[in-house]
């Protein structure tokens, strides 16, 4: 098993006909992805990487059956094509987009948990299953099939610990990137939570950065709920306070969001906590003896 | 984007909200003929975007048109923690016999809007919380819907206010939260909010930030914001100048990175070997040779900067694409500063050999590059 | 038995300390109902009838286990009072005030039935169960004990065609007005559906009038969902097109909202309709013996 | 409250929809010139309320000057039901492919907002509801969330727009919506919306309806609205000039209730015995005498008015006010013409004895009352 994705995953991509959107359904699909179709207001009837594009969303679950979407609209028209997919009854929602005014973003996640729908990100690159499915922006080949659950703030620092324990010869079930916005769906909690109910995962790699306080609130449930042996790595113990390191979640105000007040909660509830990400290959072997 | 006072002043008063009498000068002069238009004593408040204007000395109050001259002087010379004051706010002076917080922000554990009131205004509020978290009081709001008025009416109470000002306090809430959704803003504060001798409710002070991704939708906010980027340091004012958003730590390795984690990580490496990098810079996603050539240019000029580090991990970004950047940077500036490159991922073998053409030889480890560019800039 | 109302419900006056809001407390209390507390926002701490005056609804539903509450606001308070009421979780709220916008109706409609309240009105008289309470401002005086459901969207018109039952001898179980305005709460066909299942309802009277459809769709449940016999009056046969006949949702617009529209929606499923006010008793008697 | 066709476009605009180039005209000079200035050939269209204005002949095209003169001067002597024409809206005639219909008002039946759209438009809408509903697509919208442009695109697409126009239609969907909602709109419709040669959608007439209930929180149309109140016969014109409002109904019995459904109810009684009221005025609930005695002089005054049924059933409207509030009036205007009452419920026989005074019998039965009004009217 796997958590939210596998093969049998029909996705849709709204804003198929843009750069970025294009790109990557060809990149899914050659991963093996099931994208069936793609969404573009004003452009239904074309093609795009062989799939037929629609004008919206409900044509694409009434012919294909997606329950799945990928997006890629530019940030002012997102909110729409949020709402557009929860909706239509799309159960897992991958926003891909950055720069999503959070008061949109909040109010789909509102919508979204009123009636069931899951989101990953906003300002993420997505989700992976190897060797089922990606739904993402992710490289493919950093990723091997395996025991190792991944849920991460970052996007290239993911692919970068990935392919270290690729490398270490240890595998991942599923492999999410929950976002680097303030606000985001799927939170930590809700993935640990995920994993610890999937039988193929047998230990899991959490990695934080800083600002907000998603690490400390997931620490609290770690030992309790969570069973599973976790190894967290926390990026941005060198930041400065008040200034947005990249991502418009990673930052430090009035002393809160620190990565030392992260690392302390996780170590305070017996995760085993990187120094540097190449040590976290090392980290997973030792928690997966024990 | 920060407001300042005043502006954010001039909003809430054409949404209503009740704002001191008040005029902003540019010089002695004006400040003195407007403390004579508005009546003395007056409050003189400096307007600068940082906190800790208070205690940086201001605010001041001046009972005398000689007074107001002096001081606005004084506060026209001021820095405050290094930024000029280039205007001051003059309010007729309130008599105030308590102050009150209150706040909108983002609550983003709760991912909602939430509504922040305490009867211990004028202080601190964040040693407040920190002291005494229960003299705050919160409000999750449904971003759907918005605050209600009773809902408003309830928080007055529990920070202890009766009769009227329950309902002038509810008022100020819900028009606090119109200018939260409408702008889009990160934080509307009035703090103090203050109840004076004839039991109004006014706002003594207040803060307005925007949310900078939500600019697009402020064609009002824009122009404004292109002034007012973060740009404190000469190294992030010369990044600005080309182009490029970093931000200056202050050390003497430039670092590149494609991420924010990534190159987050990748400084916290610098750190972990007893190192300081000299900036971050997220290149991003999918950079071509010409975005990367323009990030690495005022790292190569700037001279607190002694080596440089780029991290690449090519899923999206292309290491060819990378490496051709770097090639041109290099023979088109030919400069000598120490650079060390980690390429690994997508088309890794080519951007290698791109490097090698200029001599430079990628690493594929990023330990190996971080240990490298540390004995290039201690010079070993 | 009763519909929803009965001599336990416990009530708060929202808007107490108005002209109407204090004379109909003393009524209501008058008649035996339990008014426990009033809310006027900026009057706590004084008392009127005897009853302490709360700012917020949530006092009087701590102090008090208020479960009900009737709302004599102005139109312009209105939506934050019928919302303050839903969210602190009362069951049942009669709303008197009269000119709310229905922008705003629809939004406390909306809110209402997710949060499972029961929202009678706006610009009605009331609920009375006789015998047990009132919380309306019907006089009291015409209503009896018995037999008879009845609802309507009248005020006055009810209490005309109550007064000729109590007068003839046939009492009521419960008397709902549910309102004048083009958009309200509890519609005619939840009512039926109500008395349908109250055992002490043997007939239902149902007084519709021009404007809308909510008595051509209320038809379409009898004889099949509702089996209760019925007796309907509509009035404003007479009324012309397009004007508004003192309320706001009186008005027949393209034709639409005709009383004879109504009466043969009635008609058609066996419904008797009666010619004149005065006329419903014996009608009443007649299909009571069926 | 109505608004002209001139004053909907004003406002749709003011929002960013696409509206014809156009200018209003008070005189036949007026629309020569601005016919000139913005370029032959126009439309000219007479700015009535009243529906059916195209059928009446209020809706002509121009092709030169001379034509513009002569029209203009034909509309403005036209007398559209009743409805002078004061005004003239001129626009640049639009070359027209197709015509859309396009609506959002009130689905009082599922209690919601409802959008109305069709690609019959152009027509009478409510004869096309009526024969071919298919042909009509709605779109109920949770009130408190408002139109999402994918709603607005999915209608687009099931009245058989393609391409570019699916979201040209679903923007101004979205305007009209925001229209409606901020402006407590009962109506806001564009038939036709008309796709023009280039395939573009604009406005090409447009109606907009205020909900008189919500009036007071728009300042900015109170006092329009004082002015366009409903007045259109002499009785009603006369009321409103004393501050009662009243339907006229024709007839010459004039009927005063307390509550609107009894009034109806009094009115459908003359009906059934073979006679017609005058008008329908609702007195309310809780009436004072003063109050009653406003209501009365309009009916004692105007001429038709033959005989006068006043119905009250005293509830929370006390019977004994209502009687001196009659008495008062006998009194003051010593009137002459026959009053049948009908007095029952609070304080009946105070009220009886009261108007026993004045020489008057009230009935307890309503149906008594009726008998004895269509006696004195038909003077037996």
Redesign the interface.
């Known amino acids: 098993m796997t958590i939210l994705l596998n093969r049998e995953n029909r996705v849709v991509v709204q804003g198929i006909t843009g750069r970025q959107g294009s790109f990557h359904t060809k990149l899914m699909l050659e991963y093996g992805t099931k994208v069936l179709a793609g969404v573009t ?5 074309i093609y795009v990487e062989g799939l037929p594009v629609y ?4 044509e694409a679950k009434d012919l294909h059956n997606v329950d799945t979407s990928i997006i890629f609209v530019p ?3 997102a909110y ?2 949020v ?2 997919s929860i ?1 239509e009854g799309i159960k897992l929602i991958v926003v891909i987009t950055e ?5 949109d ?3 789909f ?3 979204a948990k009123e009636k069931g729908s899951i989101i990953i990100g906003p300002n993420c690159p997505g989700i992976i299953s190897p060797g089922e499915a990606k739904v993402g ?3 493919g ?2 990723y091997k099939k395996g025991p190792i659950g991944i849920v ?9 610990i990935a ?1 270290e324990l690729t490398k270490a010869g240890i595998g991942q079930s599923t492999v999410i990137g929950i976002g ?1 916005d ?3 769906g799927l939170t930590f909690t809700d993935a640990l939570r995920l994993f610890e109910k999937d039988d193929e995962t047998e230990a899991i790699v959490l ?1 934080g ?6 690490e400390e ?1 997931v620490a609290q449930i770690i030992g309790k709920e969570i069973k599973k042996k976790i190894v967290a ?1 926390v ?6 306070e008040g ?8 930052i430090i105000s ?2 809160s969001g620190t ?1 030392m007040s992260k690392i302390k909660a996780f170590k305070d509830v017996g995760v085993e906590v990187a ?4 040590d976290i290959p090392e980290l997973v072997k030792k928690v997966m003896k024990k | 984007m920060k407001l300042f006072e005043y502006e954010a002043k001039e909003i809430m008063k054409s949404h209503g909200l009740p704002i001191p009498q008040g005029f902003i000068a540019k010089s002695v002069d004006e400040a003195v003929s407007i403390a004579e238009k508005i009546g003395l004593p007056v409050m003189l408040k400096a307007q600068v975007l940082v906190g800790g204007r208070g205690k940086a000395g201001g605010i001041k109050s001046a009972s005398t048109l000689d007074e107001v001259a002096s001081i606005s002087k004084y506060l026209f010379s001021l820095k405050i923690k290094d930024e000029n004051v280039e205007s001051i706010l003059i309010e007729k002076k309130l008599n105030i016999m308590k102050e009150l917080f209150i706040a909108i922000t983002i609550d983003r554990s709760e991912r909602l809007p939430v509504m922040l009131a305490s009867s211990m205004g004028g202080m601190d509020i964040e040693e407040i919380a920190k002291m005494h978290p229960e003299l705050i009081v919160k409000l999750h709001i449904d971003p759907r819907i918005g605050i209600l008025p009773f809902q408003a009416r309830k928080v007055a109470q529990k920070i202890g206010l009766k009769e009227r000002q329950i309902i002038t306090f509810s008022d100020i809430a819900v028009k606090l939260y119109k200018i939260y959704e409408e702008l889009d803003a990160e934080l509307v504060e009035s703090n103090p909010l203050a109840i004076t001798n004839t039991g109004d409710l006014i706002i003594a002070d207040a803060r307005l930030n925007i949310i900078d991704d939500a600019l697009f939708r402020h064609k009002e906010f824009q122009e404004l914001a292109l002034k007012r980027m973060p740009e404190s340091t000469e190294l992030e004012r010369l990044a600005k100048s080309k182009g490029v958003r970093l931000v200056d730590l202050g050390g003497e390795i430039g670092v590149i990175g494609n991420g924010a984690g990534l190159t987050m990580a990748t400084i916290d490496m610098l750190t972990y070997y007893g190192e300081k990098a000299a900036c971050f810079l997220d290149i991003g996603g999918g950079a071509s040779a010409e975005e990367f050539a323009k990030a690495l240019t005022p790292l190569i000029e700037y001279p607190r900067v002694k080596a440089i580090l780029i991290n690449i991990l090519g899923g999206i970004t292309r290491c060819d694409e990378v490496a051709r950047g770097i090639k041109k940077v290099y023979e088109e500036l030919k400069f000598t500063k120490p650079l060390t490159v980690r390429l690994s991922g997508t088309n890794e073998e080519e951007g290698q050999r791109i490097l090698k053409e200029i001599g430079i030889n990628a690493f594929t480890s990023l330990d190996d590059a971080v240990k490298n560019v540390i004995k290039q800039v201690r010079g070993i």
Chains 1, 3 share one sequence.
């Open positions: 207001p004003g452009k239904g009837g004008d919206t969303v409900a940030a002012i028209a729409d094509a709402m557009e909706n720069g999503i005014p959070p008061n973003t909040m109010k996640v509102c919508s922006i992710m490289p080949f950093v991460s703030r970052s996007g290239t620092l993911t692919y970068e392919w680097g303030p606000i985001v990695i950065e800083i600002g907000g306080d998603a609130r790595y990026a941005g113990r060198t930041a400065p200034k947005r390191m990249g991502h418009a979640g990673a009035a002393g990565a120094e540097r990400p190449m």
